[in-house]
């Protein structure tokens, strides 16, 4: 199945580098652990990688295991992950965030509209958002082949 994705994975990879034009909203949304997260429209890094998932898409089950290595992967490079559990009722996100760990954020009232999910956002430390994907390749790809399907290192 890489075979046939390589070449799209590879464009899309290549298709970053451009400035950013939009910014990520200045959202707080809470978190699983009942904390206030810092705002979506900044980043403690370089840059981040927003990971907005629903519990009702099978996509996003289905991914959630590669997304948690990526997010190893990515901390070891430094770029900071942040996973946002929302476009369900409460008691579902809270279940879904409780995989991806405390600091995951509940989008309980569609604060952060997205067409589809997953999606994605990569965004500088000013929220400047560098590249922004919906859906994601389904295949046994390394988390360096998916860094670079974000344009990340």
């Known amino acids: 199945m890489f075979a046939v994705l390589a070449g799209p994975l590879l464009a899309l990879a290549c298709s970053g580098g451009e400035s950013p034009s939009q910014k990520l909203p200045d959202v707080r949304l809470p978190t699983y652990a009942a904390q206030q997260a810092a705002s979506l429209a900044s980043c403690s890094m370089a840059k981040c990688l927003t990971v907005y998932v629903a519990p009702w898409c099978g996509y996003c089950r289905a991914a959630t295991p590669m997304l948690l290595k990526l997010r190893r992967y990515l901390k070891d490079h430094g770029v900071e ?12 996100l809270r279940a879904y965030a409780e995989i991806f760990g405390p600091d995951t954020q509940l989008d309980i009232d569609d604060s952060l509209s997205v067409g589809g999910v997953p999606h994605f956002f990569v965004s500088d430390s000013s929220g400047g958002i560098v590249k922004e994907v919906s859906g994601i390749p389904m295949g046994d790809f390394s988390s360096a082949e998916m860094a670079a399907y974000f344009g990340l290192p």
């Open 81 to 92: 992950t942040r996973f946002v559990v929302g476009k369900d009722e409460t008691p579902a």
